[in-house]
């Protein structure tokens, strides 16, 4: 069985509508799977509809990618096997959205204090739903010519520590935790070595996040280094945490993050779907 617990649709930042995803799912082999779109669960219904029409046996489980903040670093937290229909997801989701159309809006001033004007009118109309993110402000910098890539735009304007990184709009971690447990979820830690922090600073973030009721971790985040995943799952092991997996597909094309291409859990690791 193929779990892939962390994947995104166009209603945030990846390329795909949530049907061609679940088609390409489908097509990768996967047999349970998660959208996990940045602070939205608009992807659901489409997602929901193309899953009961396909063929094969797909099970879709309800998923969001919350961003939120500890101490002053970024981090992403996934709620998986949420009720999208939750009071909990509702205020979650209004928060985050609110909280994300106002840190576009600073973006969107800072660049301007960089000479780059009308940049949230042009990254707004880059989005497909209500979500506007860095990858919407790189593809407009691109488009302008300010930038040769959105590589090169998170280089030189949106990445971390530059115009484009705000991260104090952001409910905290345990609000985004308190959501997910709410609406019947399991709180997961996305892709936790992203975040560069030392072995004892990662234990402090897990530390504080299970203490806040977070239950999992994403000890696969799509093609790593064998040693990565050792190193995530004896941490996993030790604090008694659940096993996630996911490739974290944005789009076509990119071979580290293909839908269900990546190892399989350390099968001594209890997996976060004995919840679903
Ligand atoms: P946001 O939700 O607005 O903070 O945007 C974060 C998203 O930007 C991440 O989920 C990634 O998909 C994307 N991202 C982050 N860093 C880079 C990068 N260096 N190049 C391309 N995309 C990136
Ligand atoms: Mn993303
Ligand atoms: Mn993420
Ligand atoms: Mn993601």
């Known amino acids: 069985m193929i779990f892939d617990l962390h994947c995104h649709t166009l209603l945030s930042d990846g390329a795909l509508a949530p049907a061609e995803l679940v088609a390409r799912a489908a097509a990768m082999g996967v047999d349970v799977l998660a959208i996990t779109d940045h602070d ?43 009720d999208p229909a939750s009071d909990a997801m509702e205020a979650g989701v209004r928060y985050q959205t609110e909280a994300r159309l106002e840190r576009a809006r600073r973006i969107g001033e800072r660049l301007a204090k960089q000479g780059i004007a009308g940049a949230f009118d042009g990254a707004a109309a880059l989005s497909a739903g209500g979500y506007i993110g860095r990858p919407q402000f790189a593809r407009h910098l691109v488009a302008i010519g300010k930038a040769g890539s959105v590589e090169d735009a998170f280089r030189r304007y949106v990445g971390d520590s530059l115009v484009g990184d705000i991260r104090q709009h952001w409910a905290n971690l345990p609000q985004v935790i308190e959501w997910i447990r709410a609406a019947g979820g ?11 922090l030392t072995r004892s600073k990662l234990k402090r973030l897990l530390a504080d996040f299970m203490r806040a009721g977070g239950e999992g971790l994403e000890v696969i985040s799509g ?38 291409r990546f190892r399989a859990l350390p099968d001594y690791l209890a997996p976060v779907w004995e919840r679903f």
């Open 223 to 260: 093609q790593q280094q064998l040693q990565q995943t050792a190193s995530l799952a004896k941490l996993c092991e030790q604090l008694g945490l659940l096993a996630s997996c996911g490739s974290d597909f944005h789009e076509p094309g990119n071979p580290w993050s293909e839908l269900g």
């Open 186 to 196: 399991v709180a997961v830690l996305a892709h936790p070595l992203k975040y560069k």
């Open 40 to 82: 939205t669960l608009d992807a659901w219904p489409e997602a929901r509809r193309a899953t009961a029409s396909l063929p094969g046996a797909i099970r879709l489980v309800p998923g969001i990618e919350f961003s939120t903040r500890w101490e002053t670093i970024g981090i992403h937290v996934l709620g998986l096997n949420v």
